[in-house]
């Protein structure tokens, strides 16, 4: 009469498995919360694609290569 009070014990450590696993999982979410939180302190409004960039002409990239060719030429 012993055998079926094994399947109620591998139950139970599934169960406690789970728990586990749903309190790894809601730590996490609280960790990844908290980080979000801390980069929101950027500057609303910036796009950090285009941010530092300077409207107006911008310098040729290969200006100074331009430049090298034209000196051997007479």
């Known amino acids: 009469m012993g055998g079926k009070s094994r399947t109620s014990v591998t139950k139970r450590q ?5 728990q586990q696993r749903r309190l790894v999982k809601e730590q996490r979410r ?3 919360a908290a980080e979000r939180g801390e980069r929101a302190g950027k500057i609303e ?3 950090p694609d285009i941010a530092g960039i300077v409207p ?3 310098p040729h990239p ?7 060719e034209g000196d051997g030429e007479p």
């Open 14 to 18: 599934k169960e406690q498995a789970r």
């Open 45 to 47: 409004g910036e796009d």
């Open 62 to 68: 290969f200006a100074d290569d331009l430049d090298d």
């Open 56 to 58: 107006g002409p911008q």
């Open 30 to 32: 609280e960790q990844r």
